[in-house]
């Protein structure tokens, strides 16, 4: 028997704590609504589609959002110009640069530039180092929506044999950190694989919990897993001419071998875009201004 998990139920939930938590210490405390900034630049449907949904939760939440939108092609000095600007702005309280940007601009030099305390996507090594040493920090939404998902759904993780595929910045590198973390939500043992590791079923099939994000239809299969395994997909990877979503795990074949498993969609997505939004109630709680 599989359970599903549930990440848009879980995501309402969080919402209204949410909201609860912005009348009680905001709004009550007669502070100004949190306000997050977003910068997008070029036209690539999927970023504009992406952020389009973060300012309409947002708006739905009782959040500000300001997008700066700079047109294809845009110099990177005119996109550190605007992060300069949301950096010195105090009544933005954390922002975030839609990824990924065109191959001219340098990643690693605009996430660099982020003012660490309004880095709420936790992509700035400041906040990736503290979270890797435990200490308080912005983390990246998907993790942080990978371990709410698990701890709200009484999963313990501790001492369990976590196997992440995938070792991106963004998901598989962070979520490897979290989970074998010295932290309420972490104390598994991880072994993070990749593109290079031979055999990946070798480390799947001993795994009690499977995290994947790799960016392949389907990748991991029935067979590659042990009964009553966690599985957690993190994939999206839209079909073309079919208009559909599939994850990275062949939901048909793990389905009622796996004892919980994520959807998608449905699962680890939604989890993602709240995840955003507490970062922002958290940025706008630790302001010292009002
Ligand atoms: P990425 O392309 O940055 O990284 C993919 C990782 O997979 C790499 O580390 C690579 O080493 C590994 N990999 C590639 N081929 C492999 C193979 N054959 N065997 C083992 N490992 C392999 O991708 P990403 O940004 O981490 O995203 C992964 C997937 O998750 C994508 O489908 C993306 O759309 C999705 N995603 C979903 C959410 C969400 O909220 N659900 C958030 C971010 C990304």
Known sequence: MTKLLNGNQLAIEIRKEISKEIEKNILNQKKRVPH??????????????????????????????????????????????????????????????????????????????????????????????KMALNMKAFFPATALGILTLLERNQINISGKHTVVIGRSRIVGSPISILMSGKSHLGNSTVTLTHSHTPNIEHYTKQADIIIVAVGIPEFLKGNMIKKGAIIIDVGI?????????????????????????TPVPGGVGPMTRVMLLKNTLIAALNRKNK
């Open 36 to 129: 997050l900034g977003i910068i997008l630049t070029g036209n690539d449907q999927s970023s504009i589609t992406y952020v389009n949904s973060k300012i309409k939760e947002c708006k739905n939440i009782g959040i500000k959002s300001s997008l700066v939108h700079l047109p294809v092609g845009c110099l990177e000095n005119r996109l550190l110009e605007e992060i300069n600007k949301m950096n010195q702005n105090p009544l933005i309280d954390g922002f975030i640069v839609q990824l990924p940007l065109e191959k001219h601009i340098n990643q690693d030099k605009i996430i660099l530039s982020i003012n660490p305390k309004k880095d709420v996507d936790g992509f700035h090594p400041e906040n990736f180092g």
């Open 237 to 261: 990877n839209s079909i073309k001419n079919e208009k559909k979503i599939l994850g990275d795990v062949d939901f048909h074949s793990v389905y009622g071998k796996a004892s919980y498993l």
